[in-house]
Protein backbone atom coordinates (compact mmCIF):
# COMPACT_ATOMS: atom_id res chain seq x y z
CA UNK A 1 0.00 0.00 0.00
CA UNK A 2 1.36 3.31 -1.08
CA UNK A 3 1.96 6.10 1.37
CA UNK A 4 -0.86 8.50 0.00
CA UNK A 5 -3.28 5.21 0.21
CA UNK A 6 -2.19 4.45 3.96
CA UNK A 7 -2.54 8.57 4.61
CA UNK A 8 -5.63 8.74 3.79
CA UNK A 9 -6.86 5.70 5.02
CA UNK A 10 -5.55 6.73 8.44
CA UNK A 11 -7.42 10.76 8.04
CA UNK A 12 -10.63 9.19 7.40
CA UNK A 13 -10.83 6.73 10.15
CA UNK A 14 -9.23 9.80 12.72
CA UNK A 15 -12.52 11.33 14.46
CA UNK A 16 -13.45 14.37 13.59
CA UNK A 17 -12.41 16.01 16.67
CA UNK A 18 -8.87 15.71 16.04
CA UNK A 19 -9.28 16.41 12.26
CA UNK A 20 -10.01 19.64 13.05
CA UNK A 21 -7.66 20.18 15.71
CA UNK A 22 -5.17 19.05 13.02
CA UNK A 23 -6.64 21.58 10.29
CA UNK A 24 -6.58 24.69 12.97
CA UNK A 25 -2.49 23.55 13.95
CA UNK A 26 -2.02 23.52 10.07
CA UNK A 27 -3.83 27.22 9.70
CA UNK A 28 -1.28 28.28 12.51
CA UNK A 29 1.49 27.16 11.13
CA UNK A 30 1.07 28.45 7.37
CA UNK A 31 0.02 31.31 8.79
CA UNK A 32 3.26 31.70 10.88
CA UNK A 33 5.61 30.53 7.86
CA UNK A 34 3.73 32.73 5.33
CA UNK A 35 3.37 35.98 7.60
CA UNK A 36 2.24 38.65 5.85
CA UNK A 37 1.89 37.04 2.56
CA UNK A 38 -0.99 35.10 4.30
CA UNK A 39 -3.41 37.84 3.18
CA UNK A 40 -4.28 36.31 -0.05
CA UNK A 41 -5.69 33.33 1.90
CA UNK A 42 -8.32 35.84 3.18
CA UNK A 43 -10.68 35.68 0.66
CA UNK A 44 -11.19 32.18 0.19
CA UNK A 45 -11.37 31.50 3.80
CA UNK A 46 -14.32 34.45 4.03
CA UNK A 47 -15.93 32.49 0.97
CA UNK A 48 -15.69 29.17 2.78
CA UNK A 49 -17.53 30.43 5.68
CA UNK A 50 -20.33 32.38 4.16
CA UNK A 51 -20.88 29.20 2.27
CA UNK A 52 -21.15 27.42 5.46
CA UNK A 53 -23.22 29.79 7.24
CA UNK A 54 -25.40 29.92 4.55
CA UNK A 55 -25.77 25.99 4.37
CA UNK A 56 -26.58 25.61 7.80
CA UNK A 57 -30.21 26.61 8.19
CA UNK A 58 -31.27 24.73 5.34
CA UNK A 59 -29.56 21.58 6.84
CA UNK A 60 -31.24 22.57 10.44
CA UNK A 61 -34.23 22.45 9.01
CA UNK A 62 -34.43 19.75 7.09
CA UNK A 63 -33.29 17.84 10.69
CA UNK A 64 -36.39 19.14 12.24
CA UNK A 65 -38.81 18.14 9.66
CA UNK A 66 -37.05 14.18 9.74
CA UNK A 67 -37.32 14.17 13.32
CA UNK A 68 -40.92 15.42 13.06
CA UNK A 69 -41.95 12.77 10.62
CA UNK A 70 -39.84 9.80 11.77
CA UNK A 71 -40.72 10.05 15.33
CA UNK A 72 -43.21 7.33 16.72
CA UNK A 73 -45.02 9.73 19.20
CA UNK A 74 -48.44 8.50 20.46
CA UNK A 75 -51.45 9.65 21.63
CA UNK A 76 -51.33 13.40 24.00
CA UNK A 77 -47.87 13.35 23.62
CA UNK A 78 -48.08 13.70 19.60
CA UNK A 79 -50.17 16.85 19.92
CA UNK A 80 -47.76 18.51 22.60
CA UNK A 81 -44.54 17.46 20.06
CA UNK A 82 -46.37 19.21 17.15
CA UNK A 83 -47.39 22.46 18.87
CA UNK A 84 -43.83 22.95 20.65
CA UNK A 85 -42.80 23.69 17.15
Request: include cysteine; hydrophobic fraction near 60%.
Given at each position: ????????????????????????V?G????????????????????????????????????????????????????????A?
Open positions: MSFPTRASRLWQRAPLYIRIVLALLVLVGLALGPAAGGLGLPGQLVLRLLGALAPPLILAAIVHALMTAQLEGALTFRGLCY
